[in-house]
């Protein structure tokens, strides 16, 4: 039933007290990890200075945590104002404290779809070609708090191999993000490894969106060097989330401004979203109500 319901530290900055639109001369965003710092920084500038001239603010700083949790702590923290998650990362945030921020926003795929896949590969020379081969060998999965990167595969994956993750496989650990763990992978460090992409499109294009799209937009990933073993059931896309005690006035501009942002300026839209989207739609906390479900019974908090 789970399975089906799946259709579907960063130093941060402390400020004391809460403030009201009127006073929020600061917008502070959490970037998660998964590729480099300074290719986060340059794909969210264009939305630093569109908040500026759009909302008034007089500075947006920016917070690349080196990994999910030190979002995911800033959150909690009240330290941040707005941060684009993974599900899992929002159930993680959601089961320490349901109202610390609030989901609002999630992107749409080319077609028509809300949500993602957990993707595994493994190097094409390799020899590798089904999840049997991986018997015995080592698994890499991208980050402790990631959704598609662990949680998924942990929950899912099972049922492809006849037993858990962790009977079947030799070994497993983590590759420090999406991008890094992928790099590995072609490395050699892990027989396989577990990422993201939106499953539309062309694979050789890493797909229209996500990790190893990213990545051969980069030019860092040639998709021949590697093959899909398996992929998950499709996975929510993973929420825009705004600090809860935030002035509703603000958060009604600022929920405005991103709706409103595939149109204004399509390719800061696509910078921040790492892929080809259609738009936003809105989300509330009962869409990842099975995540939340999963990583409870899974992983915790």
Not at 12 to 36: C, P, S, T, W, Y
Not at 45 to 50: E, M, R, W
Not at 128 to 156: C, N
Request: hydrophobic share 40%.
């Amino acid at each position: 039933m789970l399975k089906k319901a799946l259709f579907g530290a960063v130093a941060l900055l402390a400020l004391v007290g809460h403030v009201q639109a009127e006073d929020l001369k600061e917008f502070r965003v959490g970037i998660i990890g998964g590729e480099n710092e300074a290719d986060r920084l340059r794909n969210f500038q264009c939305l630093g200075d569109k908040l500026k001239a759009d909302l008034g603010f007089e500075k947006v700083s920016f917070f690349p945590a080196a990994d999910y949790d030190g979002v995911i702590q800033g959150l909690l923290g009240g330290t941040l104002d707005y941060a684009e998650l993974g599900a899992s990362g929002f159930a993680k945030i959601y089961l320490a404290d349901p109202k610390a921020v609030e989901p609002i926003l999630t992107t749409v795929q080319t077609d028509g779809s809300t949500g993602y896949y957990s993707i595994m590969v493994a190097r094409k020379d390799s020899g590798i070609t089904k999840l049997e081969d991986l018997k015995g060998k080592k698994l890499g999965f991208a980050d402790p708090d990631s959704t598609s990167g662990y949680l998924v595969p942990l929950v899912t994956l099972p049922e492809s191999i006849g037993g858990p993750v962790k009977e079947f496989f030799g070994e497993t650990g983590f590759g420090g993000g999406h991008e890094n763990l992928v790099l590995e992978v072609v490395k050699g460090t892990f027989d396989a490894g577990t990422t993201w992409g939106s499953g539309v499109g062309e694979f050789k294009d890493g797909y229209t969106s996500g990790n190893l799209h990213k990545m051969v937009e980069k030019g860092i990933l040639d998709m021949n060097d590697l093959v899909e073993l398996w992929r998950s059931p499709l996975i929510p896309n993973g929420p825009i989330v705004v600090r809860s005690s935030m002035d509703d006035e603000m958060k009604a501009k600022f929920k405005q401004f991103m709706l409103d942002l595939p149109k204004a300026d399509a390719a800061c839209f696509t910078a921040v979203m790492g892929g080809d989207f259609t738009n936003f739609t809105e989300v509330n906390a009962d869409f990842y109500k099975p995540i939340i479900e999963a990583r409870k019974a899974t992983i915790g908090g």
